[in-house]
């Protein structure tokens, strides 16, 4: 049975990434978890919580993720980052990439005496690298797990919430790009980067709302296993997400204004383009009229056959062009 296993001080940090059913199966007999627990994650059907049970506490947190190329995710375990150090991530939504749509990933905390199960998929490498170093260092098994296994879990939680930090600050840009591109083009390009948008937002609003409580009862120790000397660093937590949210809020504000202006941008253009038409149009209704007047094949047309009243028509159509103008103007309709 292949379980990745890092051991400290008697405290294990075991991580499954794409857990299989042998696994699921490992850890109900091993350990004693729910199956209930277990294929609620296997099936997707939980919603971030915190449930308290008998030998252990199990922690469910959403996380944000875009679809990244195998390339992108898979590192050598000679080449691990520094994720510890280097709190900054990749930017998923800037530039080329800005067209990428956020979605909500499922990871799973089990939270016993001596141990922390942590199941997840691909969505979160993070978790993988901070286990490769712990494998590989002692400085950082003792930096992680030297605490215990709440400890442990609150370091894997700060560095996914900051993770969600730079989802928002790639937002923020998107924004700011959208922002300038508005006073050079609008289109269909740009309408569908604010909807891109906007559905990032609302996604990620919907991954931070049940988080907040779960903290905040943190924050007010309502769990005892999960408090003692841990409160502080809730707090620490419970006020990032409140950041994040806030930054959110901000950002949906700011980028429904700039659809409103994009849309009256739009109908501007359109009313334009239609005052154009009728401007054509109205100015070529005289000569439609005597064109077709005297295209037709009938006898008794007035100076029909008079050679000078072919110069006498084009100027009857030239006056009635500009005074179809000149009323316009009149009227301030251009």
Known sequence: ??????????????????????????LNKNFGFSMLHLEDYLYKTQIPKIEVDEDYSLVVMDVPYVQQSKSKNVASKNTIPNILANRVPFSPLSRSGRKKRINIGEVDFFIGKDYLVVLHDDRTPQIDELFEMCKITSKHREDLMGKGATYLFYRIADILIDVSFGYVEDITATIDYIDRELEERSGAALIEDISITRRN??????????????????????????NGEMTDYWSNLLDHLQKIWERLEDNKELIAGIATSNESILSNRSNELVKFLTVVTSISFPFVIVNNLYSMNVRGLPYATA???????????????????AYFKYRDWL
């Open 1 to 26: 049975m292949n379980v990745p296993t890092v051991t400290n001080n008697g405290l294990s940090f075991i991580n499954l990434n794409k857990t299989t059913a042998e696994q699921i199966s490992f």
């Open 201 to 226: 937002i609302v996604v990620f609003e919907t991954m931070i709302k049940p988080l907040l409580p779960i903290f905040a009862d943190l924050e007010k120790s309502k769990y005892k296993k999960l």
């Open 307 to 325: 050679p000078w009243i072919v110069p006498l028509l084009f100027g009857v159509i030239l006056v009635s062009g500009i005074s179809i103008i």
